[in-house]
């Protein structure tokens, strides 16, 4: 019986897809940082782990 384990994915596949510089790159992106910013929230949480 194999053992399954939690969160098995990669720091890098996940900050690729939603880091602060995947974020930047498109208009939309741009938008929900700033939208983040505006609220006075920590921006980006994939960048904290």
Not at 6 to 31: C, E, H, L, Q, Y
């Amino acid at each position: 019986m194999a053992m399954h384990y939690p969160r098995r994915n990669s720091r890098i596949k996940r900050k690729r897809s939603i880091g602060f510089r995947a974020r930047m790159r498109t208009r939309s992106g741009r938008k929900i940082i700033n939208r983040k910013r505006r609220l006075g929230r920590f921006v980006n949480a994939a960048d904290k782990r």
